[in-house]
Nanobody, 115 residues
Framework: QVQLVESGGGLVQAGGSLRLSCAAS????????MGWYRQAPGKQREWVAT???????NYADSVKGRFTVSRDNAKNLVYLQMNSLKPEDTAVYYC?????????WGQGTQVTVSS
């Protein structure tokens, strides 16, 4: 059974930083790309960043240069370091992975950036 558990969200002032973590179980972690998505109130869920199986990062334009995705295959963890946060980064952040059958999602962690 695949489980993804996010942590690290919270309330931060604009310009501040947070680091999100996602603990994965039930998968061969090193064989899976791991992604981060977010959903703001009244908006569709959007892709934020992905760490490929080899650890190569990819970013949405809106977070490029401010966010850093990384993974620790020994601990089955993926991180999202978020710097220079803006009020428009306020959202529930979700961890994601998938296989040939389906996508898997965590329960999400709330990030609120005050102006």
């Amino acid at each position: 059974q695949v489980q993804l558990v996010e942590s690290g969200g919270g309330l931060v002032q604009a310009g501040g930083s947070l680091r999100l973590s996602c603990a994965a179980s039930g998968i061969i972690f090193s064989l899976n790309a791991m992604g981060w998505y977010r959903q703001a109130p009244g908006k569709q869920r959007e892709w934020v960043a992905t760490a490929t199986r080899g650890g190569r990062p990819n970013y949405a334009d809106s977070v490029k240069g401010r966010f850093t995705v990384s993974r620790d295959n020994a601990k089955n963890l993926v991180y999202l370091q978020m710097n220079s946060l803006k009020p428009e980064d306020t959202a529930v952040y979700y961890c994601n992975t998938g296989d040939v059958l389906r996508d898997y999602w965590g329960q999400g962690t709330q990030v609120t950036v005050s102006s």
